[in-house]
């Protein structure tokens, strides 16, 4: 019994594996995007940037940002389903609010975050919360 395989390479399947490849680029070009972002923010806030690198303390230190030097631990809220949401939702407003903007500037961290987020870090923008230390 002889068996035989076939290989179908069509323009589609060379199509796919290029634009797999292409997106996989603009993937790793916008996370690095979002660490440069992160790493800014944290830094004018007074933290250092090294933190923004951490999976977890990075979240951490972000609730810090928002909510106080206190209230860090509330990152974990984000764990529980339905509240993390809403603790999301209310992290992007606390966030606008501590670095001096109003409720637009929250929709727009909230409904286009990575945009927003590098407008936060690169913009002219000065920390105004609380001490963190």
């Known amino acids: 019994m ?3 395989t076939a290989y179908n390479n069509s323009m589609g399947d060379i199509i796919a594996m290029y634009f797999t490849g292409a997106a996989g680029l603009i993937w790793i070009a916008y996370l690095v995007l979002c660490i440069l972002a992160w790493w800014r923010m944290f830094d004018k806030a007074g933290m250092p940037g090294w933190k923004a690198l951490i999976p977890f303390y990075n979240m ?4 810090k940002i928002a909510f106080g030097r206190d209230k860090g631990w509330m990152f974990l809220l984000t764990l529980v389903p339905c509240v993390g949401f809403v ?3 209310i992290l992007n407003i606390r966030l606008a609010q501590n670095f001096g903007y109003g409720v637009g500037f929250a929709l727009g961290l909230i409904f286009l975050n990575p945009i ?3 407008i936060l870090a690169f913009g002219g923008s000065q920390y105004i919360g609380e001490s963190l230390y």
């Open 116 to 118: 927003f987020m590098l």
């Open 87 to 89: 603790i999301g939702i």
């Open 2 to 4: 002889e068996y035989m």
């Open 60 to 63: 951490y230190c972000l609730y």
